[in-house]
């Protein structure tokens, strides 16, 4: 059964940094990709970062890039979302996903998911 486990939120002041990580389990993840998801109160679900497994590519949505850093360690199963520079808007549940299948549209097609951990950034 796979299994997808989120730490590290808290609370940090606007401009500080905090790393979430995402312990996985349950298969082999090759062929998979790694991404992170964000709710904000009374918004919907949106995408953040996705990472490749295997090769380690990475993509970004538009609102983070340059601020936040997805990572994997295939050793230790897990995975990470360094988030820098944080501001007010960056305020959500943070998720983990896992998703079967590199190509296509990353931002859709994720069947595994974490409980969330909540991140809040005050100004």
């Known amino acids: 059964q796979v299994q997808l486990v989120e730490s590290g939120g808290g609370l940090v002041q606007a401009g500080g940094s905090l790393i979430l990580s995402c312990a996985v389990s349950?298969?082999?993840?090759?062929?998979?990709?790694m991404g992170w998801f964000r709710q904000a109160p009374g918004k919907e679900r949106e995408f953040v970062a996705v990472i490749r497994w295997r090769s380690g590519i990475s993509n970004y949505a538009d609102s983070v890039k340059g601020r936040f850093t997805v990572s994997r360690d295939y050793l230790k199963n897990m995975v990470y979302l360094q988030m820098n520079s944080l501001i007010p808007e960056d305020t959500a549940v943070y998720y983990c996903?896992?998703?079967?299948?590199?190509?296509?549209?990353?931002?859709?097609?994720?069947?595994?998911w974490g409980q969330g951990t909540q991140v809040t950034v005050s100004s």
């Open positions: 996903a896992a998703r079967q299948g590199v190509t296509g549209d990353y931002t859709k097609g994720y069947g595994y």
């Open positions: 349950g298969r082999t993840f090759s062929g998979y990709a």
